[in-house]
């Protein structure tokens, strides 16, 4: 089991079990606007295993140029296979043979800029406390986000506009 945001779980939902999930859960929606946002807010427990399987790849020459370059994979691990061969380490097989793969985390493909959709779009900063080397630190939003974990901190030469 997994805690995330109902409003996430939903956005992983294919049409046919959002329109379930929305018909299972119309009260919340009769209930005013403010308690519907907190609502999708709530964190609930999600067994991953009953979740659909990911999207299918999408054919490596039909991939947006953006997306060319990522070095993690979106989450899925590659590793060598016996004749040398870069692969992904579940399926045994090139991303030239499978396709680039959605997120491992959320589902979701690259945006039109292969900025990974489940961070994109995060605001601006409102607090944040790196965790000083003993703990995990957060940064959190001002659109609620909060990113928690271990940081490595870098700071570039050059600063975007």
């Not at 779980?9 to 209930?31: C, W």
């Not at 944040?128 to 630190?137: D, F, L, V, Y």
Request: proline fraction near 5%; glycine fraction near 8%; aromatic fraction near 8%.
């Amino acid at each position: 089991m997994k805690k995330i945001k109902r409003a996430d779980y939903i956005r992983s939902l294919s049409d046919e079990d959002l329109m379930m999930y929305i018909y299972r859960n119309s009260r919340y929606f009769t209930k005013g606007m403010k308690r519907l946002t907190e609502w999708l807010q709530e964190e609930i427990e999600v067994d991953i295993s009953e979740q659909k399987s990911e999207k299918p790849p999408i054919p490596l020459e039909a991939t947006p140029k953006s997306w060319v370059g990522r070095v993690n994979y979106n989450g899925h691990i590659l590793v060598e296979s016996e004749n040398g061969e870069i692969v992904y380490e579940d399926v045994k097989k090139t991303m030239q043979e499978y396709g680039v793969r959605p997120c491992k985390a959320c589902g979701l493909y690259p945006d039109h800029k292969g900025d990974d959709p489940c961070i994109a779009g995060l605001g601006k900063v409102i607090n944040a406390c790196c965790g000083h080397g003993n703990s995990e630190g957060y940064i959190q939003f001002d659109n609620g986000t909060v990113i928690r974990g271990r940081f490595t901190i870098e700071k570039s030469e050059e600063v975007p506009e």
